[in-house]
């Protein structure tokens, strides 16, 4: 799907200047961003990748430069996710990759297992599209990226500033960029099956009756494991796996912070402080949802809200705009108890966005 002129022209000033070449090689020069380098001399097939961080201030003929999770430094582009891509959950949204390169800079054909919006910042990308659907044993074996060994294209455009092109999972895809350009990539958080149980593993090691044995009662005398045991095995297993207790895990997993220590705890806000504040905004890297009782979510911890007939009104009015003014704020104790908490622990600050 390719939407043109998809973003305002004030909007594209606003994310350009946010993210201009200085801030960005500084942000690759920082041990708390994801960033890498990509290498490719034109005309051959062979990529070389580095991870930084970077002391860069410009790029080498053929680099690409990729930094992940640009909603977590850029208020424009904090902007963008609660603007231009609001009909996306915000609990979805894995993290905005910026990438900038040179005339020929590009990182391979490759395909992703998540859904990603591409939106053109500054430059063009000549896009070259095929579409699959590709699977892993289709990419280029022992590679430093994931390329793929063979890619029939299917269509290709020109992606210019202000345009979006979103990519489905499993579609081939490679851009090759202009001179100095800048490419935002909104992609969805879409776990593989071994991350969620790896991820569930450790929620239920937490509850101390999961350190209880398994036992089943019996005892076995016979040398072969017969299907009574792997039942009886199996069924503290599917109990385990199928609590209540799960909603609450998945919603602390969507929400965990990518990069904790950008978090900055305060402490010394008391109740009475509320009442003198403009508003609350979300911190940049906060990430929060709910579910649909009283439980809510805000950066990797549950909350229970009970007793609030203001909730979830409020809540959801800090998800999608990531700001409450103070004629939002919730009136019972409970409410405000716990945005009081929030904003000791540095997940809201007060303000409006892009104040902080």
């Not at 859904?115 to 699977?135: A, E, M």
């Amino acid at each position: 799907c390719f939407l043109p002129d998809a973003v305002s022209e004030a909007t594209l000033e606003s994310l350009s200047n946010d993210l201009n070449n200085k801030d960005l090689f500084e942000l690759s020069g920082s041990e708390l961003v994801e960033s890498r380098l990509v290498h490719h001399q034109p005309g051959s097939s062979h990529y070389q990748v580095s991870f930084g961080p970077f002391e860069t201030e410009c790029l080498q003929s053929g680099d690409m430069l990729m930094i992940q999770g640009l909603e977590q430094f850029s208020p424009a582009v904090a902007d963008l996710l609660t603007g231009t891509f609001s009909f996306l959950p915000r609990w979805r949204i894995e993290d905005v990759m910026g990438t900038l390169g040179d005339e020929g800079a590009n990182c391979g054909p490759h395909f992703d297992h998540y859904d990603v919006f591409l939106l053109q910042i500054r430059g063009t990308k000549h896009w070259q599209i095929s579409n699959g659907p590709f699977r892993e044993d289709q990419l280029i074996a022992d590679a430093d990226l994931r390329l793929l060994a063979d890619f029939p294209v299917t269509s290709s455009l020109l992606q210019r500033p202000g345009d979006l092109l979103y990519i489905p999972p499993g579609v081939g895809h490679h851009g090759i960029a202009s001179d100095d350009s800048l490419t935002l990539s909104v992609g969805l958080r879409n776990p593989t099956l071994p991350e969620l149980l790896t991820n569930l593993t450790d929620f239920l090691l937490d509850d101390t009756t999961a350190a209880n044995p398994l036992t089943d009662g019996s005892q076995v005398t016979s040398p072969v494991i017969t299907g009574t045991e792997l039942t009886q095995l199996q069924a503290p297993l599917l109990e385990a796996i199928s609590s209540p207790a799960l909603s609450d895990w998945y919603g602390c997993y969507m929400t965990q912070l990518r990069e904790p220590e950008l978090i900055e705890p305060d402490g010394s806000y008391v109740a009475a402080d509320l009442d003198g504040l403009e508003g609350l905004s979300c911190s940049l890297p906060t990430r929060l949802c709910r579910l649909s009782g009283d439980v809510c979510f805000v950066n990797g911890e549950a909350y229970t809200v009970s007793d609030d007939e203001d909730y979830p009104g409020w809540f959801d009015t800090l998800c999608t705009s990531r700001y409450l003014p103070r004629s939002a704020l919730p009136s019972g104790t409970a409410g405000r108890t716990l945005l009081l908490k929030w904003l000791n622990l540095g997940a809201l600050v007060p303000g409006r966005p892009n104040h902080n």
